[in-house]
Every structure is written in structure tokens, then in C-alpha cells.
């Protein structure tokens, strides 16, 4: 990877602070921000490449005007989408975003036909999936954002009770990217020591709740949703694809037989390398992990069929 070009797809909150995340690292060579309001995407590609006069790399960030723009990109990370209304059933919501994300995908396939893809729109698993089928590329290439945002909220709980290693919790969440994901505290550590060993039965409760509400407890306060840490999340993985850091990252993950699943997107622990998903790493599961995990792909499979069923593949 010699130009290190990243396009964002989607220039809204979450879009423009991976952008803004990226620039500061100084890994890309050039970003560009891509929206259906063109204005929105040339101002903010101004505002963060003035920024980038006090970043560690001089990084090119301009709007891509045209889909022919995106050409040739290296990542490209797909953040559109619209939120759930309070009208809106579950298939509304689903039938938009993955008509919006389908859009968006082939013109990916058509002028960044080399890219890796990383998906941030919501139902993030189940639009992970989409991408799979329009692009019908390795599933390799093709990733899905989730874990990455869990495992920092699950670390942010756990220095709520304990106190210290702000930047040493190595927290790991699996599941779908919703109601369904689960923290595995047995395998989450601070400093290299267990959080068992650390926190007692009831504090490791809380953290699992307040992980899986996360999400929640922030659109409670801003009335939107969270856009710095998934901003943030995005650069780290964005980082490990084109470092080549082969870096293990909880990610959703196309199964073609791993954990006894094929054909479905589920956050899996993953190994993030140039060529995108380079491991998918299978855990040893208890039986309660084993039901949780169980429940959580049927959700999605539940979201695939929804689209199935309507028709969506076949058009």
C-alpha cells in the first residue's frame, strides 16, 4: 500500500472524527470525505485539514464531490445511514440503510475495486453482510465495526470501578453489534491481570450491563448518538489494516464455518492485518457463552431474512 488512500463514506458526526482521528495519526497519505450534502463534506475536509498543520504527518484531506472520486482508495469506511424514527418498524429501518449501504457498496466495487471495506452503519452486523453480497469479494476484505466500540466502552466501565489502567484494559466483546453482544470478562484483563481478580462478582455485573448500554446512556445525555470513541475506533482499525499491525481486534467478521457458522456477519475476535480480516481466532466456549453466542447470530440471521424475504438481494 503505497498511496495509503482512505475514503469516508458519510460525513456526519461519526464520519468526519474518524477522518479528524486519522488525520492526527499522520498514517494516510490522503482522506477523503464523501456525503450526499456535498457542502457538508467540502467543510468539514477544510476544517480537518486545517488541523492537520499540527499533526505529526502533513495528510491530504479533501470532499470527494462525485463517486468517481473515491477512486483507487487503499480503505474505504462506510458510516451512512439514517437513524431508527419513532414510526419506523424494524424492516423500515433495515430496508433503508441496506438500500442506502448497497448504493454506496457498488460504486466502492466499481472505482476502489482493490479495497478493503469497513462498515460502520447500523444494523452494523447485518449491513457487514450486505457489503459480503454486493461486492461478492473474499470475505476477508470486507469488516465489520462493532467490537472495536464495545471493548472501549467495556474498558471505560471498568476504570469506573477500579480506579487505574486507563490504557491498559484489554476488554473483549463478541455478539452482534445491539441488544444481543457479550463482554467476556474471563478473558479481559488490566496490565496483563484478570479482571476476576481485580473486581468482585457484582462490579463485574455492572460492567457487562453498563457495557450493553453504552450506547443508550449517551444518546440520553446528547439526545444523539456517540460519534467521538466510534470515530476513534474506526482510525484504530483503519491503522491496522494499512500498518499491516496484525492486530487483534474483536470485528464482525464474515463465518464460513468458524464457531459452526457460515453465511452471517457476528463480532468474532479477529486478526487485522493489510489484507484485512487476516485470522478469524475461535474461542473456547462455556455452555452459557455458547447460548448467548447462539442467540446473538440468530438475531442477525433474523435482520438477513427480513431482507431476503423482501427481495433484496434479487434486485
Known sequence: MTGRKVAIIGAGAVGASAAYALA????????????IFPEIAIGKAIDIAQATNYAPRGTVVRAAIKPEDI??????????????????TRADLLNINAGIVKEVTEHIKKYSPNAIILCVSNPLDVMTYVVHQVTG??????????????????????????GFGAAQTRAMVIGDHGEHM??????????????????????????????????????????????????RS??????????????????????????????????????????????????????NTKT????????????????????????
Open 234 to 287: 474506526i482510525s484504530m482499525m483503519v491503522e491496522a489494516i494499512l500498518g499491516d499491525e496484525g492486530k487483534v481486534v474483536p470485528s464482525s467478521a464474515i463465518l464460513d464455518g468458524e464457531y459452526d457458522y457460515t453465511d452471517v456477519a457476528v463480532g468474532v475476535p479477529c486478526v487485522i492485518g493489510a489484507n484485512g480480516v487476516e485470522k478469524v481466532i475461535e474461542l473456547e466456549f462455556d455452555e
Open 182 to 231: 457479550i463482554p467476556c470478562p474471563e478473558i479481559t484483563n488490566v496490565g496483563g491481570v484478570p479482571l476476576s481478580q481485580i473486581v468482585s462478582k457484582e462490579d463485574m455485573d455492572e460492567i457487562i450491563s453498563k457495557t450493553k448500554n453504552g450506547g443508550a446512556e449517551i444518546v440520553k445525555h446528547l439526545k444523539t448518538s456517540a460519534f467521538y470513541a466510534p470515530g
Open 71 to 88: 477512486k483507487n482508495c487503499d480503505v474505504v469506511v462506510i458510516t451512512a445511514g439514517v437513524p431508527r424514527k419513532a414510526e419506523m
Open 292 to 315: 448467548k453466542f447462539a442467540k446473538s447470530v440468530e438475531s442477525i440471521k433474523e435482520n438477513i431474512a427480513i431482507l431476503r424475504d423482501g427481495g433484496f438481494f434479487d434486485k
Open 24 to 35: 492526527l495519526s499522520g498514517i494516510c497519505h490522503e482522506i477523503l470525505l464523501y456525503d
Open 137 to 162: 469479494w473474499e470475505r476477508n476484505r470486507i469488516i465489520g465495526m462493532g467490537g472495536a466500540l464495545d471493548s472501549s466502552r467495556m474498558s471505560y466501565q471498568i476504570y469506573q470501578k477500579t
